[in-house]
């Protein structure tokens, strides 16, 4: 028989539908609605006997399908909803999947630690965070009825790692979720469905989408677990307009060829820095120094684009550093062609409290680096100068 096509075919030829017109991939299908020959072929779509094009705001248009379809073929999920931004796609995981209570383990996107720690509770959802050292308080918390599971790893911006295989077993003794965020990682780096994550997350506005011009993310994972999320999409108009999915189709494309030239270029970036003497560490899992480096050998096909270092002389230096940067952007976010820097301080975890941030080790002199496409030598030069002074 033959075998199945490899990573890099799918990112291409996976969920494409055919075109009459002869395009090689699904074009953008910019309809709102979509008409039917009778009522009960629209009937039929509608209780999903057969798949078929509704209405957008359903999802239920053929370039947003399409590139549901590739998503979940790269995850190896039996099925993916697209949603308008990252944050949108754990909204809709927490309100479907945790109203028995949700545990988060480790660190975290400071908008998602805000989701779990302050808006949920208004909404009488429980969310207990731990930190990533305290794996043992899991059982506790799951003996108390929580039945999802969420972490991130690498997560933002320590880039701590958690044993997925581990905590899958856990979770699953109480019949509980573990969902997994893998936007660091990508599906080319770690494939936590096939290490017993039920759910896979992705802010699909970062390494999925690649080029800093779309904002999306995706949840993949069972199709009877997304069903229950997908109501939640539907009610609260999370679906992303056709133009979002066609650029992100545009994307997949080349995510194995950007992936690996992220990490190829972190990996140069990491080593330089872990020598110089104004930087007190780095923090990269490609580094045999770093904690948790044999976990990510074990998990990880390759090591990622984010590394984060900890500027010797605290906030001062840091801020320094940021504004001496010529090459590397001071700008938020993460994935994108270009590199970028920032302080987790001032951005990603500016809403978390001071004395939150000291709990998860995350200080004011770390300066997070998302490592672009550029040559590894000329951003190696950019970090230097700045560092100089």
Not at 19 to 43: N, V
Request: include cysteine; charge should be negative.
């Amino acid at each position: 028989m033959p075998r199945d096509p490899l990573f890099s075919t799918r990112c291409i030829h996976a969920g494409e539908r055919p075109d009459p017109q002869g395009s090689p991939f699904t074009p953008l299908y910019r309809t709102t609605t979509f008409r039917h020959d009778s009522a009960q072929s629209l009937l039929d779509v509608i209780e999903g006997r057969v798949p078929g094009n509704l209405y957008t705001r359903y999802g239920l248009n053929p370039t947003i399908q399409s590139v549901e379809d590739k998503l979940a073929s790269l995850e190896g999920g039996e099925r993916a909803l697209l949603f308008t931004s990252g944050m949108a796609a754990a909204s809709s995981l927490f309100f479907a999947h945790g109203r028995d209570g949700i545990v988060c383990i480790g660190d975290a996107y400071g908008g998602t630690l805000d989701l779990l720690g302050e808006r949920l509770p208004q909404l009488g959802l429980r969310a207990d965070c731990l930190l990533g050292h305290e794996p043992d308080r899991l059982d506790a918390c799951l003996r108390a009825g929580s039945r999802l599971v969420f972490l991130e790893t690498p997560a933002n911006p320590t880039l701590h790692l958690l044993d997925i295989r581990a905590i899958a077993e856990q979770a699953h003794a109480y019949g509980a979720l573990l969902a997994v965020d893998n936007t660091f990682a990508t599906p080319v780096n770690q494939r936590p469905l096939e290490l017993g994550a039920d759910l896979v997350l992705h802010s699909a506005t970062k390494y999925l989408g690649g080029h800093s011009d779309l904002t999306a993310g995706v949840l993949v994972g069972a199709a009877a677990l997304l069903e229950a999320t997908n109501d939640w999409r539907k009610c609260l108009g999370q679906v992303p307009a056709p133009d979002t999915a066609a650029l992100l189709a545009r994307s997949l494309r080349t995510l194995p060829l950007r992936v690996r030239q992220h990490n190829e270029n972190a990996q140069a970036i990491a080593e330089a820095m872990r020598r110089h003497p104004r930087v007190r560490r780095v923090l990269y899992p490609g580094l045999a120094e770093f904690p948790g480096h044999a976990l990510a050998k074990r998990q990880m096909s390759g090591f990622g684009g984010i590394l984060t270092l900890e500027i010797d002389g605290g906030w001062a230096a840091a801020v320094a550093t940021l504004d001496r940067l010529r090459l590397i952007a001071n700008a938020p976010s993460l994935g994108g062609a270009e590199s970028l820097a920032t302080l987790p301080a001032l951005t990603t975890h500016h809403d978390t409290s001071v004395e939150e941030r000291a709990r998860r080790g995350i200080t004011d002199g770390m300066l997070r680096l998302s490592v672009g496409l550029e040559d590894a030598d000329d951003l190696i030069t950019d970090l230097e100068q700045a560092l100089a002074g």
